[in-house]
C-alpha cells in the first residue's frame, strides 16, 4: 500500500494480482473507507489487568474489547468525568471507532494538567511521582499521537482507596523540581512551573484558585 501526500494521486498495482488468494490493491488509502476492502486479517485485540504483583490477567473476552476490527490506535480519556478513563479504539475496519466505558469499581484518582513557564507551555516532558499510602506512583507527560488519535496532555493517577496525597513531584523539562503536599484527590489541577500554588479545573470553569 503506498502513501501518497496527495489525497487525490493514485498509484497502480506493482504487479498482477492473484485474486485466487485474495490479493487486492487499493490504490490510495483514502480510498480504503469506500473501497469495501479491509486490511483486517481478524487478529483480535487483547487487554490486560495489572494484578500489581508483576502478574497480568488477561481480561480481554471478558470485557469485550477482543474485537477483530483491526484495531489501530487506543487512547485513555475520561469521558464521564468520574476520574475512571474509558479507552478509545480506533480500527480500520469493523466499525471506524470503538468506545469501552470504564466500570471498574470507583476508586480515588487525581488528573494533573502543567502550564510550563521555562519549559514548553503544556509541560511536555515532565515526569510526576505521587507519594500515596506509602507507594509511589511513576508518570510522564507524553501526550502521544497514534492513527487519527492523540492522547490528551495531561496525567490521571489511579489511588485506590487513598484520601490525600503524601507528596507530588513535578520534573519539569528545563530541569526544575517543584513538591507539592498534602494534595486533594478526586479531583483535576493545574501546577504552574515555578508557582508554588494548586489550582483546580472545574469543567465549564476552568481553573481557580
Not at 496527495?6 to 490479493?23: I, Y
Not at 469495501?36 to 485485540?45: D, I, M, V
Not at 508483576?54 to 476490527?69: H, N, Q, R, V
Not at 476508586?107 to 521555562?118: D, N
Amino acid at each position: 500500500m503506498s502513501q501518497p501526500f496527495d489525497a487525490q494521486s493514485k498509484t497502480p498495482a506493482l504487479r498482477d494480482l492473484d485474486h485466487d488468494h485474495g490479493e487486492f490493491w487499493v490504490p490510495s488509502p483514502w480510498l480504503f473507507p469506500t473501497s469495501g476492502e479491509n486490511l483486517s486479517a481478524y487478529e483480535k485485540n487483547g487487554i490486560h489487568l495489572n494484578a500489581g504483583d508483576g502478574a497480568f490477567f488477561d481480561i480481554s473476552a471478558l470485557t469485550g474489547a477482543d474485537s477483530t476490527g483491526d484495531g489501530r490506535s487506543v487512547v485513555s480519556f475520561d469521558i464521564t468525568g468520574d476520574g475512571m478513563p474509558e479507552l478509545l479504539v480506533r480500527q480500520a475496519g469493523g466499525g471506524p471507532l470503538l468506545v469501552f466505558e470504564n466500570q471498574f469499581p470507583d476508586s480515588s484518582w487525581l488528573k494533573v494538567s502543567l502550564q510550563g513557564t521555562k519549559s514548553n507551555s503544556l509541560g511536555v516532558g515532565s515526569k510526576l511521582e505521587c507519594i500515596v499510602n506509602g507507594k509511589t506512583l511513576y508518570r510522564e507527560l507524553y501526550p502521544g499521537v497514534s492513527f487519527l488519535s492523540q492522547r490528551p496532555a495531561f496525567v490521571n493517577f489511579g489511588l485506590d482507596d487513598a484520601t490525600t496525597i503524601e507528596r507530588l513531584t513535578v520534573r519539569w523539562p528545563s530541569g526544575e523540581t517543584q513538591e507539592f503536599t498534602d494534595v486533594p484527590v478526586n479531583t483535576h489541577i493545574l501546577l504552574t512551573e515555578l508557582e508554588q500554588k494548586i489550582r483546580r479545573i472545574v469543567p465549564g470553569e476552568g481553573p481557580t484558585d
